[in-house]
């Protein structure tokens, strides 16, 4: 099959942007309105989106929450809201946020392994492992666990939620009602997980679903996070402005996962785009003007603070001026970086700066036409720094419709992307295997030795 590009919609109901709330199209309730999330998740589909995309954070949000000015303040939890939207569509995934940091893998595994049998196996996971000290102060801690502390505990969450997932064998129920034998006993498998930071006996309570677990997502860019995703990730979502930062990216983690005995052909990356999309040049950036104009420079100072680590304050700096260091803290060290490099590469002011990064907080944010865009998708595509895109509309629904009515049917006359679903699970129209349950691969191998 001829490689096509792969679309993640990520589609907060409150909207991308920190402003979008107040755009006259969007609705003002939208973050938590289901009906609003019913909508964005059937226009995605109509739009023949691979996934619908939530992230999630365990405390108020930064970029405005605080101060009242930024829908993104409350929301649903992603998983139980999927599990509400899943009966409701057909092939559209669900990638849903959950923190390895402050979740234990068993309840984890059970929540994901359910979501993806109630979704006839269209579930992902997006591996986090949360880094706001606001989201520490939730659970029981005075401060947040290091960057290295995070990612250690990730990786070993990663593996203890992957043998859960793996307790009962494909094949192992039987339901046989003549015999009375409900599941293969030999076919159920307990975990016996002791490491660093879990003790798990298992086994998990929850079948295996069609696509056999959830996709695996993860979106570090740091040294640790690089490692991780390498590592377990089958999707990675990052972040990147320029085409050279997203080829090292896309080639470093091909050859780490290669290096790790993974096909780097099952590792798909997918770079973040906010894309304001117009009939015109002019009509895109009048989208972009308009979406702008609406930012209160209060909400915009928040947002730089939240994504430079919590700890800048920006309070009496001329906002028509530079951006002033900022101390490195043990957050998301990949984004503060990124934040840093956006400002100084463009000569930023902070009002150009919180302007700018305010509809994809570092992602890449393209103004122009369906032909200009897609221009773009594909240069990254056919050049080693995408696999595909994880597309983050400034507001919805609209943003998402300009999408879906202008730029799908362009992608598609180039023959980038695809006019039918391939299958029903997130794994078949990923283009991705299906896991071999592990004890049935040791089994296959003892035999075939003997």
């Known amino acids: 099959m001829t490689r096509k590009i792969r679309l993640g919609a990520f589609l907060p109901g409150g909207g991308q942007h920190v402003a979008a709330w107040r755009h006259p199209d969007s609705p003002s309730d939208g973050a938590t309105s289901f009906a609003f999330h019913v909508q964005l998740a059937r226009e995605a589909e109509r739009g023949l989106f691979d996934a619908y995309f939530l992230a999630d954070g365990l405390a108020v949000s930064f970029g405005g929450g605080m101060e009242g000015g930024n829908a993104k303040v409350a929301g649903f939890e992603p998983v139980t809201l999927f599990s509400a939207l899943s009966p409701l569509t057909k092939n559209i995934g669900f990638i849903a946020t959950a923190s390895t940091t402050?979740?234990?893998?068993?309840?984890?595994?059970?929540?994901?392994?359910?979501?993806?049998?109630?979704?006839?196996?269209?579930?992902?996971?997006?591996?986090?492992?949360?880094?706001?000290?606001?989201?520490?102060?939730?659970?029981?801690?005075?401060?947040?666990?290091?960057?290295?502390?995070?990612?250690?505990?990730?990786?070993?969450?990663?593996?203890?939620?992957?043998?859960?997932?793996?307790?009962?064998?494909?094949?192992?129920?039987l339901r046989d009602k003549k015999s009375g034998r409900f599941f293969h006993e030999g076919k159920l498998h307990l975990t016996d997980h002791r490491g660093e930071h879990f003790r798990v006996k298992g086994p998990l309570n929850v079948s295996r679903s069609p696509q056999g677990h959830p996709v695996i997502v993860q979106a570090g860019q740091s040294e640790d996070g690089r490692g991780l995703a390498a590592a377990t990730a089958e999707v990675i979502f990052t972040a990147h402005q320029r085409l050279d930062t997203a080829q090292e990216f896309y080639r470093d983690i091909k050859a780490r996962a290669r290096g790790l005995g993974r096909d780097p052909s099952h590792i798909l990356v997918m770079p973040g785009v906010s894309p304001f999309v117009g009939r015109t040049l002019d009509e895109a950036r009048e989208k972009y003007d308009r979406l702008t104009s609406l930012i209160l420079p209060e909400d915009g100072i928040s947002l730089l603070n939240g994504l430079t680590g919590g700890t800048l304050d920006l309070k009496g700096y001329d906002l028509d001026g530079p951006l002033p260091p900022a101390p490195p803290t043990e957050g998301m060290k990949s984004r503060q970086a990124l934040i840093r490099q956006i400002a100084d590469e463009n000569n930023f002011t902070i009002r150009q700066l919180y302007q700018w990064v305010a509809s994809a907080r570092g992602h890449f944010t393209i103004v122009g036409t369906p032909e200009s865009i897609v221009d773009t998708l594909q240069e990254w595509f056919e050049n080693e720094a995408a696999d595909g895109f994880n597309i983050l509309p400034p507001w919805l629904p609209t943003g998402l419709t300009d999408f879906v009515d202008l730029v799908i049917p362009e992608l598609q006359r180039r023959g980038l992307f695809r006019t039918a679903y391939e299958g029903r699970t997130l794994r078949e129209n990923l283009g991705l295997p299906l896991p071999t349950n592990r004890h049935a691969l040791s089994r296959s191998a003892s035999h075939a030795a003997e």
Not at 131 to 154: I, K, V, W
């Open 102 to 173: 402050y979740e234990e893998p068993y309840n984890l595994a059970r929540k994901f392994a359910s979501l993806d049998l109630i979704s006839d196996g269209r579930a992902g996971w997006n591996v986090v492992t949360t880094a706001t000290e606001a989201a520490a102060h939730n659970f029981n801690l005075d401060q947040q666990h290091p960057h290295a502390h995070r990612y250690r505990r990730a990786a070993e969450h990663v593996d203890v939620v992957k043998k859960l997932w793996d307790s009962f064998e494909d094949d192992a129920f």
